[in-house]
């Protein structure tokens, strides 16, 4: 399976770009990939901060021959977006339920998952923030980036597409 790649210099939301598209297009499968968010969107309805540098991109798909809870979806969609970032950082990476991902106690990417009905049909949003270069600053809620901890900073491109790879890889299980 290949997913289909949106880029974009600035938009509000990838996860609004990715239902936009999802409505008004006959992809079943896509990745959006953003340089800015202007409204970037977390968990509960809360802001997700987006600094310019970061990663912020969103996969849809759909479910149709995808017979999995949103809680073992929500696990799987972590487990792979945890792989990726294993692949550049190879100390512990834990995933705090539901859906983020933390570094020694310090969020490093928040996950947020959406799931739209077209026409009869299921598709999820997997919304994908990645603090890459900067961090923000949550009251109460310790925050890292990836290129503190690495002596060897991959690019936002090769961090894309081992996201890419991985997504694809572990999706065509399900589309066989």
């Known amino acids: 399976m290949k997913l289909k790649q949106f880029n974009f210099k600035k938009i509000n ?4 770009t990715a239902i ?18 202007k409204k970037g969107r977390g968990q509960h309805g809360k802001k997700w901060i ?3 540098g970061n990663l912020f991109l969103s996969f849809f798909y759909a479910l149709e021959k995808i017979n ?3 809680n073992k979806l929500t696990k799987f969609n972590c487990s792979l977006v945890k ?11 834990t995933i705090k339920a539901p859906n983020d991902l933390l ?10 998952q959406e799931i739209i009905n077209k026409l009869d049909k299921k598709y999820l949003i997997v919304g994908i923030g990645i603090n890459l270069k900067t961090k ?11 290129y503190d901890l690495l002596d ?14 991985i997504f694809e890889q572990n999706l065509s299980n399900f589309y066989k």
């Not at 939301?13 to 609004?16: A, F, K, L, R």
């Not at 936009?20 to 968010?37: A, D, H, P």
């Not at 570094?103 to 947020?112: Q, T």
């Not at 923000?136 to 990836?146: G, R, V």
């Open 13 to 16: 939301s990838t996860n609004d």
């Open 20 to 37: 936009r598209i999802i409505m008004t297009s006959n992809n079943k499968f896509g990745i959006v990939k953003s340089e800015l968010q």
């Open 50 to 52: 987006s600094y310019k």
């Open 68 to 70: 999995l809870s949103i």
């Open 83 to 93: 792989k990726a970032i294993s692949i550049y950082y190879k100390k512990k990476i």
């Open 103 to 112: 570094i020694g106690d310090k969020k490093i990417c928040g996950i947020l």
């Open 136 to 146: 923000p600053i949550i009251k109460n809620y310790p925050t890292t980036c990836l």
């Open 152 to 165: 060897n900073k991959p690019t936002k491109e090769e961090i894309v597409n081992s996201l890419k790879k």
